[in-house]
């Protein structure tokens, strides 16, 4: 599965990091909604390192698009947010 | 529950989707999208260009402000070397507050390098993923049916699309970043010009230097003086003897011309 996080790229992923994946993404959503900036950033962290580690990156002219889209390290919650409540924050 | 990362991606599909369904002849698409991801191009790279500005000028501040706070540290050696701690006291805590300044300035300037980095990445990816889509649109337009147009070109668009989103935030974090930069860069080019930070060409003085200057001119007087003293209080004797001497030797001269006039020969 090819999974991109913002501001680095695209990676190629084996579906088992892909459930790991999905519980990190779990814990993300529950920071979110408890709007809780530290455990946010944790879970944040935690999710690009796998992707990262566990990944390949895929090569720069590759046309497709990406099964999943992960937000930039360091993001903010509050960017998060916005990038979640408003379709018009995404340019291009 | 969907997680937040499924949710964020069904953003960018849907993004990409409503793009495509906008079109009527897919091909149009194709077009209209390559000359949207050239504009994104020269976008990036103006942005590239203005974070490295930024950085530059936050160089520059940090080296003036390296100087004002080693001519402080200098003239807070002089003031003790002088004993005046409490001049030295007043120069290293103008220093402290700069070392503060400084610290400051090396942070942003770290992370705008590290954004600087992420754009240069960005410009690079894009620039072959336009590439691509360049080469596919031709073959797609050349052997164009609009049954298989459709699907071919659903798969190109949505990833240039995602792409053209990634690169697209990553342009406005970074013009966030500069711009929040500026300002801050504005307040100490103020404060520098405004002289309270001192002049770091040193042509103007500041208060401290007024003072060692002041301190340095009295001690100068002190010392010439002393000197001139010594000079006068010793003058006395020494001119008695050397009168004295001029005497004995300038007397018998004119009484021996054929001696004085020896003298220079002899002497050569």
Known sequence: ?92 | MAGLVKRMSLIFKAKANKALDRAEDPRETLDYSYTKQLELLQKVRRGVADVATSRKRLELQAQQLQQQSDKLDGQARVALSQGREDLAREALTRKSALTQQIADLQTQHVSLQAEEEKLTLASQRLQAKVDAFRTKKETIKATYTAAQAQTQIGEAFSGISEEMGDVGLAIQRAEDKTQSMQARAGAIDELLASGALDDPTGTAKDDIQSELDRMASTSQVESDLAKLKGEIAGAPATQAIEGASTTTQTAPSPATPAEANQQPEASS
Do not use: C, W
Not at chain 1, 5 to 21: K, M, P, R
Not at chain 1, 72 to 82: H, Q, Y
């Open chain 1, 1 to 92: 599965m090819i999974i991109r996080i913002l501001g680095e790229g695209q990676f190629e992923v084996a579906d088992h990091t892909v459930e790991v994946l999905n519980t990190i993404d779990s814990k993300l959503q529950a920071a979110v909604d408890a709007d809780d900036e530290p455990g946010f950033h944790h879970a944040l962290d935690e999710l690009l390192a796998l992707v990262r580690e566990a990944g390949a990156r895929v090569a720069d002219d590759y046309l497709g698009p990406s099964e999943l889209v992960l937000p930039a390290a360091e993001s903010t919650l509050e960017e998060v947010r916005a990038l979640l409540g408003d379709e018009g924050l995404i340019p291009g």
